[in-house]
Antibody, heavy 116, light 106 residues
């Protein structure tokens, strides 16, 4: 069974950094990209970026470039999303998902709350 | 960036009825259009890709059509579990973008 399991939600202060993990299982991890998406409270979905697990190539949406870093450790079939210099506006649910174009399996989501 | 516009914002229907959701793109997608369903507190679920191909396990009451810039998702006979928010998404040009969603309610 394909599964993507994300790390637990976090509460952070403005200016702090945060790394969310996404562990894949039930499939050949390096055969698919992992995408990261954001959903702000009560809002729609935004594609942040994606990583090709075969060679760790990444590309980012211009809206998120410079503010997020996507990486992976193939040896433990885990992808990461790092958010830096957090602001209150980063409060959102963050999802990892399998595939780079039409995500077919999704993590359960990680709720990030940024509050002073 | 391609802008995706969904209509209506909210659609009120009854179980057993047919629902048609619309999605318009700001430029041609060459068929690179997907649909997702999202229920409260859950991650989105892929319903359709390539505008009209059902994803694995999706019931046949869901169908997609369209080309170019205009697309539709039709649910032929609504079941109680279909009441959710539906998003269209283009994957023709990076960054891939979503519509704002259509809420299907009773």
């Amino acid at each position: 069974e394909v599964q993507l399991v994300q790390s637990a939600g976090e509460v952070k202060k403005p200016g702090e950094s945060l790394t969310i993990s996404c562990k894949g299982s039930g499939y050949t991890f390096t055969n698919y990209w992992i995408s990261w998406l954001r959903q702000m409270p009560g809002k729609g979905l935004e594609w942040m970026g994606r990583i090709d697990l075969s060679d760790s190539y990444t590309n980012y949406s211009p809206s998120f470039e410079g503010h997020v870093t996507i990486s992976a450790d193939k040896s433990i079939t885990t992808a990461y999303l790092q958010l830096s210099s957090l602001k209150a506006s980063d409060t959102a649910m963050y999802y990892c998902a399998r595939r780079d174009d039409t995500p077919d399996y999704w993590g359960q989501g990680t709720l990030v709350t940024v509050s002073s | 960036e391609i802008v995706m516009t969904q209509s209506p914002g909210t659609l009120s229907v009854s179980p057993g009825e047919r629902a048609t959701l619309y999605c318009r793109a700001s430029q041609s997608l060459r068929g690179h259009l997907a649909w997702y369903q999202q229920k409260p507190g859950q991650a989105p679920r892929l319903l359709m890709f390539g505008a009209s191909t059902r994803a694995t396990g999706i019931p046949t009451r869901f169908s997609g059509s369209g080309s170019g810039t205009e697309f539709t998702l039709t649910i032929s006979s609504l079941q109680s579990e279909d009441f959710a928010v539906y998003y269209c998404q283009q994957y023709n040009d990076w960054p891939y973008t979503f519509g704002q969603g259509t809420k299907l309610e009773i």
